[in-house]
Antibody
Framework: QVQLVQSGAEVKKPGASVKVSCRASGYTLASHDIHWVRQATGQGLEWLGWMTPDRGSSGSGLKLQGRVAMTTNTSINTAYMELSSLKSDDTAVYFC??????????????WGQGTLVTVSS | DIQLTQSPSFLSASVGDRVTFTCRASQGIGSDLAWYQQSPGKVPKLLIYAASTLHSGVPSRFSGSGSGTEFTLTISSLQPEDFATYYCQQFNRYPLTFGGGTKVEI
């Protein structure tokens, strides 16, 4: 079955970078977009950006623009999200999610288990 | 950016209750809306997409409706496993956005 398995928890200092991986199984990563979402403790979901693996195109919200990079390695069915110049309010659980589209109707139907990124001095 | 406002933020209910909550968009998004359920410590789970299409495997007690700027999610008979937080997400235009969530409590 479709599964997204993310890398383990990270602790980083302010100003550092973090790279989270998301390995897909049960389907070919290149077939669907991967989106990234984060959730601070006790807070709601925040959409971060998207990546189209087979084209290598990506985009993000204005809040993280310039600090976030989304890439894929389709040979190992893995997507990556790298966030740089980390600040304390980047502390959150980061999720990858597969987004499928049926015609014009799109939705995130499979999610990774989440990766806790803690930014602390 | 398209803002999604969910109401209420919290809802107290009992097993067997029929509950309805709302997601309002700051501008028209057609039917490009999905609903997710997130239980504490768990990953969000897709319930509804395209405003009213039930995702495969989701119980029929869940239903969605609406288009344009106003959407609703209804649970016809609340079950113990339904006590969770529910989020709407718009797929109409980037940046995609989520609503703030509705927490359903006993």
């Amino acid at each position: 079955q479709v599964q997204l398995v993310q890398s383990g928890a990270e602790v980083k200092k302010p100003g550092a970078s973090v790279k989270v991986s998301c390995r897909a199984s049960g389907y070919t990563l290149a077939s669907h977009d991967i989106h990234w979402v984060r959730q601070a403790t006790g807070q709601g979901l925040e959409w971060l950006g998207w990546m189209t693996p087979d084209r290598g195109s990506s985009g993000s919200g204005l809040k993280l623009q310039g600090r976030v990079a989304m890439t894929t390695n389709t040979s190992i069915n893995t997507a990556y999200m790298e966030l740089s110049s980390l600040k304390s309010d980047d502390t959150a659980v980061y999720f990858c999610a597969r987004v499928r589209c049926v015609g014009d109707d799109c939705f995130a139907d499979s999610w990774g288990q989440g990766t806790l990124v803690t930014v602390s001095s | 950016d398209i803002q999604l406002t969910q109401s209420p933020s919290f809802l107290s209910a009992s097993v067997g209750d029929r509950v309805t909550f709302t997601c309002r968009a700051s501008q028209g998004i057609g039917s490009d809306l999905a609903w997710y359920q997130q239980s504490p410590g768990k990953v969000p789970k897709l319930l509804i997409y395209a405003a009213s299409t039930l995702h495969s495997g989701v119980p029929s007690r869940f239903s969605g409706s609406g288009s344009g700027t106003e959407f609703t999610l209804t649970i016809s008979s609340l079950q113990p496993e339904d006590f969770a937080t529910y989020y709407c997400q718009q797929f109409n235009r980037y940046p995609l956005t989520f609503g703030g969530g509705t927490k359903v409590e006993i």
